[in-house]
């Protein structure tokens, strides 16, 4: 039997409940929030100042491309091909306009990612009705991801992924134009523009938030291009990524990774012009021209599937465009032959969203407590893969190899339960309005 309390008990539950309640008001104060940034902001600057050149290698690689153009007037895009958009040149470029020093760069560089974040989680914190709670999941997947996103530019791409999702029902042009300056920088931002495509309600808002936008946006990137003599390389970032092989941490790259542990004969290289380690051989090598062709096909795919849900569920195409954007941002990891760890800062902004707009009467805490606590689980082991365990992943050790296949077989699986969503979405019977 359950024990019976006494009065006594039952005398402190009341006092229980009033500091119950005492806390959340607390925790959803501004001030306890800004507190809770600046630690998880310190705390993730502090490790990244701890694994160095693990964590800020990037960096200095895009110092190196900036002092080159400076020094020598050779710029990447405007006079040879690069790995990155040219839009990524902006953000690369500004730390060194402050600092000659290296180290100044990286701090400018980790404080230019701590404004960005700080302005996002300034406009998360005010959405309704869960905008606090949303923004203390927001810092905890941060942490819980390392300090991994704030050495890349993808630290730059999550905050615009985030505040793009949270202006895009009310500002829907805005945040078109804003997802599209970030697939400038980086693609990943892509992702929120083809579901806000996929979510318009008809040709004429498809023209007006859509097609205007984007392109405003596009001709601004191309025309700097041209000026700067760089049109025949403004392209290139895609063949480049196309030449790239199968990288050890991608999704697809696990069977092979998990067959390293009993055969010697898989091969894991270092390659020196991308500077990433891929995974060679006839299977891997076939795996990364799939993965070539199965990209664009999910991400339309997906696209298609969220056209036809907004079509069926007008009345749902917030939840749709949220649903739609993570599964569009999972399948970009699930199928990319690149699996740079940072990549996993692009699945907490749909969570964030989608926990900051919802209500109860919308089913987001069931449709979002599963994806939130499971892409909290895949941020914390993606950190224990990299940087913490990533030298005995890559030689093949079984302990660091499961928490890889772990890790990935949860992008799986939230890729999937995405798509089921937007299945669900897409294909319910629809309950007829009665009037009276």
């Known amino acids: 039997m359950w024990p019976v309390p006494s009065p006594s008990d039952l005398s402190t539950t009341p006092k229980a409940v009033d500091l119950l309640r005492s806390a959340t008001r607390v925790f959803s104060s501004w ?3 800004w507190v809770g940034f600046v630690l998880a902001h310190a705390w993730i600057i502090f490790q990244a100042w701890v694994f160095g050149g693990q964590i800020l290698g990037d960096v200095n690689l895009y110092e190196w491309w900036v002092r080159n153009g400076m020094n020598t007037g050779s ?4 006079d040879y091909a690069w790995v990155y958009p040219l839009g990524a040149l902006g953000p690369m470029t500004i730390p060194a306009l402050f600092t000659e020093s290296t180290v100044g760069y990286d701090w ?3 404080g230019m990612v701590t404004a960005a974040n700080a302005g996002a989680v300034a406009l998360l914190g005010r959405a309704k009705p869960h905008g606090r709670a949303a923004s203390w999941y927001w810092l905890f997947f941060l942490v819980m991801l390392g300090p991994i996103w704030i050495g890349r530019l ?3 791409l999550a905050p615009i992924i985030l505040v793009a999702l949270l202006i895009a029902v009310p500002r829907p042009a805005l945040a078109m134009a804003l997802a599209t300056v970030g697939a400038w920088i980086k693609i990943a931002p892509g992702a929120v523009a083809l579901a806000l495509a996929a979510t318009a309600s008809n040709l004429r808002a498809f023209v007006r938030n859509v097609v205007l936008p ?6 601004v990137v191309v025309g700097l291009a041209f000026a700067g003599g760089g049109q025949a390389n403004v392209l290139d970032v895609f063949g480049e990524q196309g030449d790239r ?7 697809a790259a696990t069977p092979f990774t998990v067959a390293r542990i009993w055969d010697p004969s898989i091969k894991v290289e270092y390659d020196d012009v991308i500077y990433t380690y891929e995974v060679l051989g006839g299977g891997a090598d076939l795996t990364a021209q799939m993965l070539d062709v199965a ?3 999910a991400a339309l795919l997906i ?10 569920r007008p009345e749902r195409v917030g939840d749709i465009l949220l649903v739609g954007a993570a599964a569009e941002l999972l399948a970009l990891i699930v199928f990319n032959k690149v699996g740079s760890p940072q990549f996993i800062a692009w699945i907490g902004p749909p969570v964030a969203a989608a926990i900051a707009l919802g209500s109860r009467s919308q089913g987001t805490k069931r449709t979002w407590f599963v994806p939130a606590v499971g892409t909290l689980i895949v941020a914390r082991l993606t950190m224990e893969l990299y940087p913490l365990r990533y030298g005995e992943f890559l030689g093949g050790w079984w302990f660091a190899t499961s928490v890889g296949a772990l890790r990935n077989a949860l992008l799986v699986a939230l890729l999937a339960g995405a798509l089921v969503r937007l299945s669900q979405l897409a294909f319910a019977r629809r309950v007829p309005t009665v009037t009276s």
């Open 31 to 33: 001030p306890a929030l």
């Open 75 to 78: 710029w990447p895009v405007l």
């Open 108 to 110: 400018w560089w980790m």
């Open 154 to 156: 993808d630290g730059l």
């Open 214 to 219: 984007g392109a405003a946006v596009c001709a």
């Open 245 to 251: 092989q199968l990288q050890v941490e991608a999704v």
């Open 295 to 297: 990209l664009p096909v």
């Open 303 to 312: 696209a298609a599937l969220i056209w036809w849900a907004a079509r069926r």
